[in-house]
T-cell receptor, first 109, second 112 residues
Framework: QQPVQSPQAVILREGEDAVINCSSS?????VHWYRQKHGEAPVFLMI?????EQKGHEKISASFNEKKQQSSLYLTASQLSYSGTYFC??????????FGPGTRLSVLP | NAGVMQNPRHLVRRRGQEARLRCSPM?????VYWYRQLPEEGLKFMVY????????ESGMPKERFSAEFPKEGPSILRIQQVVRGDSAAYFC??????????FGPGTRLLVL
């Protein structure tokens, strides 16, 4: 079952913040976040394994609310290089790995 | 430390021909995943393999598609009798265990 991502697309100006959500109808074992630039391969950002976990990578961080079966990716003070499509990947019981449909982020100067 | 390698990067085939896509995982990685991505769409899981074993092929079409990951050599995704609808980017990813997946650059398949 594919997780749901919201919003589908977002346009920001440099320096603005954004939140991308990923939710599932089933209990999640873990959540992975990836970013893909046009014409390139997805690049791993971070993985969250435990409910309530939060992680950060420069100005990009994420949280994992296990009870709500949801993860959120936070991009603060966005840079032009943040543009791309963000995918969450969800694991159910350790085997079936499913990517969300993606959220397209455009950062404008 | 080389990353995941895929070849060829671009492949053109005529309808009815066979396509063979190769993936060499990162050193030390024994788990390989294949995904298909249509233009402007997300990643669709196809198959998950470990050395000599298919663990999950729930995303593989029932006909014409097959995958293997032999004891020696790269993982191969094989598409027989290709049709125009097979045109897509095919990504391979590898992991050490069932955790972070590192993606290769992809193979862009074009069926004429």
């Amino acid at each position: 079952q594919q997780p749901v991502q919201s919003p589908q697309a977002v346009i920001l100006r440099e320096g603005e913040d954004a939140v991308i959500n990923c939710s599932s109808s089933k209990a999640l074992y873990s959540v992975h976040w990836y970013r893909q630039k046009h014409g390139e391969a997805p690049v791993f950002l971070m993985i969250l394994l435990k409910g309530g976990e939060q992680k950060g990578h420069e100005k990009i961080s994420a949280s994992f609310n296990e009870k709500k079966q949801q993860s959120s990716l936070y991009l603060t003070a966005s840079q032009l290089s943040y543009s791309g499509t963000y995918f969450c990947g969800t694991e159910y019981g350790g085997q079936n790995f499913v990517f969300g449909p993606g959220t397209r982020l455009s950062v404008l100067p | 430390n080389a990353g995941v390698m895929q070849n060829p990067r671009h492949l053109v085939r005529r309808r009815g021909q066979e396509a063979r896509l190769r993936c060499s995982p990162m050193k030390g990685h024994s788990h390989v995943y294949w995904y298909r991505q249509l233009p402007e769409e997300g990643l669709k899981f196809m198959v998950y393999l470990q050395k000599e074993n298919i663990i999950d092929e729930s995303g593989m079409p029932k006909e014409r598609f097959s995958a293997e990951f032999p004891k020696e050599g790269p993982s191969i995704l094989r598409i027989q009798q290709v049709v125009r609808g097979d045109s897509a980017a095919y990504f391979c990813a590898s992991s050490r265990y069932q955790e972070t997946q590192y993606f290769g650059p992809g193979t862009r398949l074009l069926v004429l």
